[in-house]
């Protein structure tokens, strides 16, 4: 079986100049690498424009399944993800945003802050992450046993669900 | 005491053209029908506009205090009840939606997928529910005891709450 | 260290006309006073244009850094606060309004009613609360921990979340 391709994209201006080694990338990619083809990781800085034409390159160009993002979600000036992001999606996805939240939020209560989103795009699905190796990789876990399935139906399985 | 009416409406492309037997609309009725004056289940195609339109004959000519959808929450291409639905609520209820998510991931983590969303029109309000019999009566079930102390908020309640 | 300060509003119509004890400003008042600098509590009517311009000048004029409301987040035809507060929030906060929905629902059902949301606006941020006392400080106290750090990621602190 083809197995569906992920593209993990970091978003970080001080690693985007070299300036912090990007443990969270390696961290997701170390995840996903069984069960995806993953591309090569990205290391971006926190532009909304170009965050946005990343990840339409890999949708609309690459035709990239999952487009992972990780970093630029929370309080700060500079953190523009989740506004980047919203620009590009045509549907959101809810429900994935909230249970990162919600199940990071027992393990620890600063994972409230995250005000990450997750969508469509053409038959691709765009997931933001917070930026810490910890927080990444914590709430990608609540929810990778459901992305296979979601990117079934995005791209018309349309067999019942249980 | 009058009873609050609720109407359920089957969204399913098959289900509409006879190809598929409705089972999620009788289980919903069977949970509401003590409680609520039920009226027939319609089942309609996977058409925005139709949709629209048919949630607002119940709400704005019949009156309807509870209009139920099960269906196209999903990830497919016909899946538009969400969509189908902000075009004609008034104000969202994103609490309902929610819990219905958080509670379902607790038994299947597939349920966050669905993309539902809950809101009011006039004095009604609306509930998306997913399409497959387990899901709709799951997911209802979680907010049912909640929905008539909603509805006498919204038609003019002014106790406080508790 | 300098506290943060907070402003309370209460958004009632009948405690705005001293036809109301207000039992949540205070009830609140006494949560916060430890940690931060507490200005008068405030009470006014449920107006949408009054409590974005009580919201705006405490995040404006008088440079508040946290702003907590109470009250009209309900689904009564005079509760407006989610209305008000979207229209002068910069940037919205999910996980607030996500966990104190989900957290509360444990202890009562009806908390799901709840519309409020949360955001920021420049350095400060807005939380709406329901309002009952019992409701508000429960709410409150999902998130009260959390809050220091999101002001502090807000205004600029950039070292690296756990």
Known sequence: MKKYTVAIITISDKGSKGEREDKSGPALRGMLMGAYEVNDIIIIPDEVNIIADTIKRFTDELRIDLIITTGGTGLGKRDVTPEATKLIIEK???????????????????????????????????????????????????????????????????????
């Open 92 to 162: 959101e996805l809810p429900g994935f945003s909230e249970v990162m939240r919600i199940e990071s939020y027992k393990i620890t209560r600063q994972s409230v802050i995250s005000r990450g989103i997750c969508g469509t795009r053409g038959e691709s699905i765009i997931i933001n992450l917070p930026g810490s190796p910890k927080a990444a990789t914590e709430c990608l876990s609540f929810i990778v046993d459901t992305l296979p399935h979601a990117l079934s139906k995005l791209k018309g399985d349309l067999t019942d669900c249980g």
